[in-house]
Each structure stands twice: as C-alpha cells, then as structure tokens.
C-alpha cells in the first residue's frame, strides 16, 4: 500500500511540471487572443479615427474651393482641438486664410463692424503660420498679413498707420520677385495716394511672374477704375489691350468701368479720349473698344445708338492718325443723325465739327 502511494506522488511530481507548461501555454495563448484582440480594436478605431478626420479635411477644402472660407476655417479648428499639432490641418488652414484674404468682402450695410471680427481671425492663422513658415513661403504668408492689415483699414476702418506697407516691403526683402508682395504692395500705393509711377512699376511686375494671374490682373484693374487723372487712362487701356491678346478675361463689372473711365462719349472728354486711343496703337485701340464694350446682363441700348458710338470712336482714331478731312466727313455725318436726338454724344461731336473744321 505504501509503495503504491509512494509511486503515485512520484507520478504526480514527474506530471506537475508539464502540467504548469501546459497552462502558462494556454494562458499565454489567452494573453496572446487578448492582445491581437486589443490590436484589432486599435486598428479599427485608428482606421475609423483616420477615414473621420480625412473626410473632415475633404470637406474643409471643398468649402474653400467654393469661396466658403469662413467654413472650411471652422472645420480645421475643430480638428486642431483635437491634434493641435497636425501639420496637413495647419497647412491648409493657413492657404485657406491667404486665399480670403485675396478674396474678403462683406457684403449689406455695416460693412466695417462686420469685418473687424473676421479680419481679426484671418490675421491670427496669418500670423501664426508665419512663425512657422520660411523661405519663399514666408514671405507670402507676410504679403498677405500686409494686405489684412489693409483690410483692416479699408473696410474694417480702424487701423491708419504704416503697418501694410511694412509687411509688403519686408515680403520683398525676403523675397524680391514675391508677386503677392508685388501687386498688394502696387495696389495699396494707388489707393493711399502713393507714387503712381512706382506702383504701376509694382504692378508690372507682378504680371511678368506669371503667378496667380487673375488675382494680379484684378489688383491692376481694381487700383485703375474710377480714378481720373492723368496716365490712369493709359494704364488702362495697356492691361486691357495686353489682356484682350493673350485670351484673358476680368469680371464684367471692372470691365464696364474701364470702358465708361476711357471710352465712352458719354462720359470721356476729347482730351481724355485722346489720351486713351493713343496709349496703344489705332488698330488695337479699336479692337480694344470692341473687347471692353462687352454689353452683358441688364445692359440696354439701342442699336442705333451703339452704332453711332463706334462711328464715334472710329471718326476720332482717324483725326488721332492724321486723316483729319476723313474724321471730320464723319463728324458732320453723326452730327445730322445726332441733330434732333437727346444723346449727349451730340456735343462732343459738335465740338469736333468745329475743331477740325477750323483746321
């Protein structure tokens, strides 16, 4: 009896061991199902986290596309409070902010308490984003916080000092053929009475970058339309003659102005017309008439008015040419059509009568 229990403790200590291998095997096993069940989860989340956050980002530069800046600025806050550290977040909220910078109105009444607290969030990510931006990319970011502080002044009407123009400079310092810097800086000199000459000179070079072209063309027709002293003309109807060669195009509104500023006899004296159909040469300057006399939407006359216009327009360029018994054939021709009508067109179409016929 005793010898048989004495074996069976023997079998018992020579099977314990295996016996404890064989459950740290299983509960390693266990441990293991646990962990790859815990990766899995992870996985699933990360991947759910990542889809979340890259259909965000989507959505945000969907809104910027369609010029709903102040969304898509909103939807990259909600993912830095989160991560306030993603670069791609970060990256594009900074282009966003540029981009309305370039493109910022308000529209209704009230404009400039409107304003003041969205130039305040533009000029926050501007000058966040310019702590961590360098090289060239630096200095755009510093030509657009120059034009939120123009901004600030035009619309906003609360900041009258020299700080735009600082920051336009300080962009070309950094980067001399900047051409946000450029057309802002050329822009902003027109518009606060600065040298005329020198800011054309801006503008100028800004278009030979070859950049952002419809921004820059419309910062030299924006700094153009409706001003009124000499050279303005000239400028005018440079860009536009340039523009209607190379297959540009500008909104309709600027070019309306541009035509009413340098063409139109209704509202050009001989002086200033002259000065326009002389800027370029007599058969661009026509050609040049017809592109800016875009008639669109709501535009309405009548065909025989146009016509005696263009009639108009052609009896000067030949008095501009020289052919001076030509024009004044065609002056006396529009001045019986004019004689019984209201068109104000009738005195200056006198008035060339009289000039050329005293010749």
């Known amino acids: 009896m005793e010898e048989e229990i004495q074996k069976a403790e023997e079998g018992v200590k020579k099977a314990w061991p295996f016996l404890m291998s064989w459950v740290g095997g299983i509960s390693a096993l266990i441990g293991l199902f646990a962990s790859i069940a815990g990766g899995v989860t992870w996985f699933s989340s990360h991947q759910k986290h990542k889809a979340e956050l890259q259909a965000k980002m989507a959505l945000a530069q969907s809104h910027a596309k369609q010029g709903e800046y102040q969304a898509s ?64 990319q630096a200095a755009d970011v510093q030509a657009h916080i120059g034009w939120a502080h123009w901004l600030n002044q035009d619309i906003a009407e609360r ?20 051409v946000y810097a450029h ?18 000179q801006h503008l100028k070079t800004a278009v030979a970058t070859g950049k952002v072209r419809p921004l820059v063309r419309n910062l030299q027709f924006g700094s153009l339309v409706g001003r009124n002293f000499k ?22 509104g600027y070019k309306k102005s541009a035509f009413n500023t340098c ?3 209704q ?35 009548d065909e025989q008015q146009r016509k005696m216009e ?8 030949l008095e501009i040419s020289g052919k001076r018994q030509e024009a004044l054939e065609q002056f006396r021709v529009l001045q019986k059509q004019l004689k019984d009508t209201l068109f104000t067109m009738r005195y200056p179409v006198n008035a060339a009568v009289v000039r050329l016929g005293h010749g």
């Open 310 to 317: 263009d009639e108009f327009i052609q009896a000067n360029l």
């Open 73 to 136: 600025i909103q939807i990259y806050d909600e993912i830095l409070k989160d991560d306030p550290l993603y670069r791609p977040a970060l990256d594009e909220e900074l282009s966003t902010a540029m981009l309305w910078a370039e493109d910022f109105h308000v529209p209704g009444q009230n404009s400039a308490a409107l304003a003041a607290p969205l130039i305040d969030q533009m000029m926050t990510i501007l000058e966040s984003g310019l702590k961590r931006s360098k090289g060239l």
């Open 263 to 265: 063409l139109s006899p």
């Open 159 to 178: 900041e009258f000092g020299p700080l735009a123009e600082q920051n336009f400079r300080a962009a070309l310092a950094a980067d001399p053929t900047n």
């Open 267 to 301: 509202v050009t004296d001989h002086g200033e017309l002259t000065e326009s159909l002389t800027a370029i040469p007599a058969d661009e300057a026509w050609a040049t008439y017809l592109w800016l006399d875009d008639r669109g939407p709501g535009d309405h006359q």
């Open 231 to 252: 050279g303005v003309r000239t400028e005018l109807m440079k860009v536009s003659n340039e523009m209607r060669k190379a297959g540009e195009s500008i909104d309709h």
């Open 183 to 200: 057309g802002m800086l050329g822009y902003w000199m027109v518009n606060t009475d600065g040298n005329f000459t020198e800011a054309m």
